[in-house]
Each structure stands twice: as structure tokens, then as C-alpha cells.
């Protein structure tokens, strides 16, 4: 029996088989074939990895050339914070400047308003003595006229440098724009005859500004007339242009057109022309300009 299990053995290839699965061969032939099929998996994914690591080094090699180039800028930027800080500073030097030359106009002003004052205290003894010594009349009318017109022209004088002072500050930021705003709000209702209320709206297309942003303005509504009024301590070109686009962005939102007026002590002569081909009215110390 032994030499024919032999025999079947060499000879019989199935007969072969059966036994080796009978003595647990095909299992272990069976997981031999999944474990190869599985280290070629994870040769797979090994390969894939290291394709993945050499982006990753790719990327890290390009994230540090653009900080190297961040390193730059901030440099760069730096050397401009430097320089607006000492601008910055030349301007505070201008400010005070400025502040001492409005304090010297002050106490100018001050001393004319004593002259006035002694003149017209003169003036005054002037006229009883006219009234006790009729025949010194005719002579003291004559110097009566001659202090008149030095009154005059000190009164004149006066109303000089209170309109310089006045338009110095505005210009220089001397005077705070909102308290301005507020002591001309009862100015602009009587001018206009209405009440000054507040429009606000949100501009989405940034037509006023170029970016989206809120726009308030004053506005004045009395017998159907929209009037938008913008005051200010001073006024340049660009308040003016700005005010105008406030006028097409509400003329969108409400399908009225509104009229465009501006009240300020001061006005300089290139926005006094792009309001006069504007369409927009200014409302200066001097009246309508």
C-alpha cells in the first residue's frame, strides 16, 4: 500500500493535489497568493507616497521662496512707515506753527477791539461837547467824521482777520468739523426752509467711493424739493465731486433728482468752479457764491 501511495504520488497529478489539500497545503498556497497580492498593493501605495513626498518637498520649496519674498516686502514696508512717520511729524511742526500765528491774530484782534472801544468812547465826548459849545459844532463834526472813518476802517480791519482766522482753522483741521456741522444745521434750515434730517444708505456698487460703503448725507425735503446739503469747515474740489455722487447714487435709490447744495466759511477757487459746472450751489460767510 505504501509503494503505490508512492506511485500516485509521482504519477497521479490530481491524486497529488487532493492529498496536499488534505494535509492543508492548498491553504497555505491560498494565503501565499493573498499575501503577494497584498505586498503588491502596498508596494502601490509605497510608490504613491513617495510621489506624494516629493510634491510636499516641491511645495515646501516654493512656500519658502515666497516667504524670503514676504521677508522682503515687510522690509520694504517698513522703510515706508518710516518714512510717513517722519512726514508726520514735519506736519505737527507745521500745526503748531500755524496755532501760534492764529494765537498772535487772537491777541491782535483783542488790541483793535480796545482801539474801537476808546474811539468810540471818544466819539462820545465828542458829541456832549458838541451838545455844550454850539459854536465848536461845525469843528467837532469834522473830527466826529474823521473818527468815523477810522472806526470804519478799524471795524473793517477787524472783520478782515475774523475771516482769515476763520478760514485758517478750517483749513487746518483747527476747528472739529461735527461741532461745525451742528452750529450750522439751524443756519442751513433757515436758509433752505425745512428741516435738516439725515438720508443713509448702503452704496453696494461703490459708486461714491469705489468700494462698498455706507453714504449719510443732510437732507432738506419742503414742498416736493429734495435738497442734499453738505457742510463743512472748508471745502477742495473733491468734497465737491463727492457730494455730486452722493446726488446720482440717491437719484438711483429714490428716482427723484435732488438738488446739491454745500455750506462753508471757506471755499477755494478750483471748487467754486467744478461746483459752478456741477450744478452745485455754495452757501459761503459772504451768502450764495
Known amino acids: 500500500m505504501k509503494a503505490k501511495i508512492i506511485k500516485l504520488l509521482k504519477e497521479d497529478e490530481e491524486f497529488r ?17 493573498e499575501n503577494t497580492g497584498a505586498i503588491r498593493s502596498l508596494q502601490k501605495q509605497v510608490a ?24 522682503r516686502q515687510v522690509a520694504e514696508h517698513s522703510e515706508v512707515i518710516k518714512s510717513l512717520q517722519e512726514q508726520v511729524a514735519e506736519l505737527q511742526a507745521e500745526v503748531r506753527e500755524l496755532q501760534k500765528q492764529v494765537f498772535e491774530h487772537s491777541r491782535a484782534i483783542r488790541s483793535l477791539q480796545e482801539q474801537v472801544v476808546e474811539l468810540q468812547a471818544e466819539v462820545r465826548e465828542l458829541q456832549r461837547q458838541v451838545a455844550e459849545n454850539t459854536g465848536a459844532i461845525r469843528s467837532l463834526q469834522e473830527q466826529v467824521a474823521r473818527h468815523g472813518q477810522l472806526i470804519e476802517g478799524l471795524q473793517r480791519e477787524l472783520a478782515k482777520n475774523t475771516r482769515a482766522l476763520t478760514a485758517l482753522g478750517a483749513r487746518w483741521g483747527l476747528m472739529a468739523e461735527e461741532a461745525f456741522r451742528e452750529g450750522m444745521r439751524g443756519v442751513v434750515e433757515e436758509i433752505l426752509g ?42 477742495s474740489s473733491g468734497d465737491v465731486s463727492e457730494l455730486w455722487r452722493i446726488g446720482r447714487l440717491y437719484e438711483r435709490k429714490t428716482g427723484i433728482r ?16 467744478v461746483a459752478r459746472k456741477m450744478g452745485v450751489r455754495v452757501y459761503t460767510t459772504l451768502g450764495e457764491a
Open 194 to 235: 425745512g428741516v435738516v434730517e439725515r438720508w443713509e444708505c448702503f452704496d453696494e456698487a461703490g459708486e461714491v467711493y469705489g468700494h462698498p460703503s455706507r453714504v449719510e448725507v443732510d437732507l432738506v425735503i419742503r414742498n416736493g424739493r429734495h435738497v442734499l446739503v453738505e457742510v463743512k469747515s472748508s471745502v
Open 48 to 71: 504613491e507616497l513617495q510621489a506624494e513626498v516629493r510634491e510636499l518637498q516641491k511645495q515646501v520649496l516654493e512656500n519658502v521662496e515666497a516667504t524670503r519674498g514676504l521677508q
Open 17 to 33: 493535489y487532493a492529498v496536499a489539500g488534505m494535509l492543508g497545503y492548498g491553504e497555505l498556497l491560498r494565503r501565499m497568493d
Open 258 to 273: 435732488p438738488e446739491l447744495v454745500i455750506v462753508s466759511p471757506y471755499i477755494d477757487r478750483r471748487a467754486r468752479e
